[in-house]
């Protein structure tokens, strides 16, 4: 902790936060059920909790939901720019950290603020509104399929590593304008770079050099796609930017998704009145999403804000420079907006699954359309289908940013599944 510019006990205030060993968001306190983690730092800290990033990088982890919104709300006081960030401009963070690909600037909208933010998002959203009606549900209801085929012949199936871990970027694919076969290697590498870890520079590289070859192919010959949509925007957008607005995109919208999908599966297979009341009628998926935003936001936890001045958040005296980490499922699950977590959230909307503020994710509905039609299709193809484990047998895989399903085994009458590709 001697490199920490906020240890809270050398500062003197934050007064919960005293006391010895900090958690870390990385390694084994990493490993577990981030609400558990979570819960015990909300316990000892409160609203706003010392932690530390692989490397042993300092950070504030925000728990609280006011404190969440406070941040995201106020890029003048938290700016995305990681020029701010003091332990990366007096070298405590290496270039070649796994960090700097989830917190590290590139030469995308998510890494700007005020005007630079401005120009490089309307690119981003403009072209997200003309990809959006042009078949996202067809594209997913083709995939979805292809996929389904695969596995349909033998009455069982993993959920996640058969059909939600690649369907999103397979989906991509499509709206990108890249190839299928590229689909399955760069979910492996989105998911990699998400995940952190000595190879995370490694898979950020192989998808920035697939998306330069597309970015160079769509400027010789544009198409009906995102990326040459993106190109052709009256931004003017830099060959880098191009690139890493590109590479932004897709890596957020398929880690979202797909992770968004597998949860949504989750929840169907694990509690029986969904699943009957979805394949009734008498339920609309979008409930469940909405339960499943608030419970298990697909991010748990977002890439990071840094401090523009000296101030106090939740009690805390965060410095100039200091990182701060959104903390999207704490905030979610803050006691102080949702003192009974039982309590059905269906038709609220006040949720952080999705950020909030000048930075909120620009593509949410078409990935709340991707899973929405993913789901019915399973359902309509695989009469019958069941958790083919007990429930608390289910795992999940943490890392700094989320907390992913393992695996989610099923089975099926496969005479039924044929009867309905028929």
Request: some cysteine; hydrophobic content about 45%; aromatic content about 4%.
């Amino acid at each position: 902790m001697t490199t920490q510019p906020h240890d809270p006990e050398a500062a003197g205030g934050c007064p919960a936060a005293h006391g010895t060993g900090v958690t870390r968001l990385y390694g084994a306190d990493a490993a577990m059920d981030p609400l558990t983690v979570h819960e015990r730092l909300r316990a000892r800290y409160g609203a706003v909790a010392p932690v530390l990033l692989e490397g042993d990088v300092p950070a504030w982890l925000v728990l609280g939901y006011r404190e969440n919104r406070r941040v995201l709300e106020n890029p003048l006081q938290f700016a995305r720019d990681s020029r701010v960030w003091r332990d990366r401009r007096e070298g405590r963070v290496a270039q070649d950290s796994p960090l700097m690909q989830m917190v590290g600037g590139h030469a995308d909208c998510v890494s700007q603020d005020g005007g630079p933010h401005r120009r490089l998002r309307a690119a981003v959203t403009d072209n997200l509104a003309a990809v959006a009606g042009r078949g996202i549900r067809r594209h997913v209801t083709h995939f979805a399929g292809k996929q389904i085929d695969a596995f349909a012949d033998a009455g069982r199936a993993d959920l996640v590593a058969d059909f939600a871990a690649y369907l999103p970027m397979l989906v991509l694919t499509r709206v990108f304008g890249l190839a299928e076969s590229e689909g399955r290697t760069l979910a492996e590498s989105s998911a990699a770079v998400v995940a952190g870890g000595a190879d995370a520079l490694a898979h950020n590289e192989r998808i920035v050099a697939v998306l330069a070859e597309l970015a160079a192919r769509k400027r010789a010959e544009p198409g009906a796609d995102f990326a040459t949509g993106l190109i052709a925007h009256h931004a003017r957008l830099g060959e880098d930017e191009s690139v890493q607005l590109l590479r932004s995109v897709l890596v957020t919208a398929h880690t979202t998704t797909s992770n968004l999908l597998a949860r949504v599966l989750e929840a169907v297979l694990t509690d029986p009145g969904l699943h009957s009341g979805l394949v009734s009628g008498e339920l609309d998926i979008t409930s469940v999403l909405e339960e499943v935003m608030w419970n298990s936001p697909p991010f748990a936890v977002l890439p990071g804000r840094f401090a523009t001045s000296d101030l106090e958040l939740g009690e805390c005296p965060v410095k100039e420079g200091d990182l701060l980490l959104p903390g999207l499922a704490a905030g979610n699950a803050d006691p102080l907006i949702r003192p009974d977590p039982g309590v059905s959230v269906a038709g609220n909307h006040a949720h952080l699954a999705f950020g909030a503020g000048p930075h909120e994710c620009p593509g949410q509905n078409i990935g709340q359309g991707i899973v929405e039609t993913a789901v019915h299709v399973l359902l309509h193809r695989l009469p019958g289908l069941r958790l083919a484990v007990a429930a608390e047998e289910l795992t999940s895989t943490a890392s700094t940013w989320e907390s992913r399903l393992d695996s989610l085994p099923v089975e099926f009458d496969p005479r039924a599944a044929a009867a309905q590709s028929s």
